[in-house]
């Protein structure tokens, strides 16, 4: 069966600092998609970004970076010079594509407190 | 573009009563999920309409169900409400029922059951 594992249960940092954020997961398709989304206190969930089984190039967006691997069922990622506009609960999910279970897992998400 | 749109944003019940709630999906996209959120169980997936029919269902009781109408907006009905119902409760909107397609969420609809 599919899980998403978040070990990371609250970060506590101080802006400028670097973090990064763990995700690793399990599922038996050889087709999947990745994603993280961020959910700031308002309750809205905001995507982040999406990473499909067969693309394991790292991205970097702004501040924003993910390394995906494969070899270790892992897709971290790391916030460069945070800020505390960056302070949320941030999940990674996995969809499967081959079972046809398309609903995301979610991990149970890592809350990220950045201090000014 | 507006983004998915959910109400009410809060609702109180009592044990035993019902309660819809109701989603808006982004303009084109034609596939709407629902999901739990509780600090207990996280995040779950109750289920996934699309044209009207629903595609995949999660792993809740009957009590839980939904429906889509043609202009894709969705609504979800809890009957018999129990305590443990209490949660955030989250529609996601999407272009198709591919998994690759992006779930764009709403703010959600937290209820509160006494």
């Known amino acids: 069966a599919q899980k998403v594992t978040q070990a990371q249960t609250e970060i506590s940092v101080v802006e400028k600092e670097d973090v990064t954020l763990d995700c690793v997961y399990e599922t038996r398709d050889t087709t999947y998609y990745l994603f993280w989304y961020k959910q700031p206190p308002s309750g809205e969930l905001v995507f982040l970004i999406r990473r499909n089984s067969f693309d394991e190039q790292n991205e970097i967006s702004g501040r924003y970076s993910w390394n995906f691997q494969k070899s270790t069922s892992s897709f971290n990622f790391t916030i460069t010079a945070s800020q505390v506009v960056d302070s949320a609960v941030y999940f990674c999910a996995l969809s499967e594509a081959g079972t046809g279970r398309r609903a995301l897992t979610f991990g149970s998400g890592t809350r990220l407190q950045v201090q000014p | ?114």
Request: proline share 4%; aromatic share 12%; net charge positive.
């Open chain 2, 1 to 114: 573009k507006a983004g998915v749109t959910q109400t009410p944003r809060y609702l109180i019940k009592t044990r035993g009563q019902q309660v819809t709630l109701s989603c808006s999906p982004i303009s084109g996209h034609r596939s709407v999920s629902w999901y739990q959120q509780t600090p207990g169980q996280g995040l779950q997936f109750l289920f996934e309409y699309f044209s009207e029919t629903q595609r995949n269902k999660g792993n809740f009781p009957g009590r839980f169900s939904g429906r889509q109408f043609s202009n894709s907006r969705s609504e979800m009905n809890v009957s018999t409400l129990e305590l443990g119902d209490s949660a955030l409760y989250l529609c996601a909107s999407s272009l198709g029922t591919d998994s690759q397609n992006i779930q764009y969420f709403g703010a959600g609809t937290r209820l509160s059951v006494l």
